[in-house]
Nanobody, 114 residues
Framework: QVQMVESGGGLVQAGGSLRLSCAAS????????MGWYRQAPGNQRELVAS???????NYADSVKGRFTISRDNAKNMVHLQMNSLKPEDTAVYYC????????WGQGTQVTVSS
């Protein structure tokens, strides 16, 4: 079955960096567009970065220029490098397909202190 396992979150001060990783299984990874999503308390889950099968990336305006998504097809992994973090980036971050598959992982908590 589809499984996404996210890691790399933590507590960081504003201006700091984190690198999130996601191991995907149960999908044909190299044929799947992938994305990183986030959900802050009281908010809907939103797509913040996506990467196509061919490696083309897109970003939400709120993270453009600060976040970089990448993929490793040999390892079925997708990463999110987050720089210049802001308190408003605080959320649980999830990876999934784009559009998402029915199954979601547990996510990884990112907390940015001011």
């Amino acid at each position: 079955q589809v499984q996404m396992v996210e890691s790399g979150g933590g507590l960081v001060q504003a201006g700091g960096s984190l690198r999130l990783s996601c191991a995907a299984s149960g999908i044909i990874f190299n044929l799947s567009a992938m994305g990183w999503y986030r959900q802050a308390p009281g908010n809907q889950r939103e797509l913040v970065a996506s990467i196509s099968r061919g490696g083309f990336s897109n970003y939400a305006d709120s993270v453009k220029g600060r976040f970089t998504i990448s993929r490793d097809n040999a390892k079925n992994m997708v990463h999110l490098q987050m720089n210049s973090l802001k308190p408003e980036d605080t959320a649980v971050y999830y990876c999934n397909g784009n559009p998402p598959f029915n199954s979601w992982g547990q996510g990884t908590q990112v907390t940015v202190s001011s």
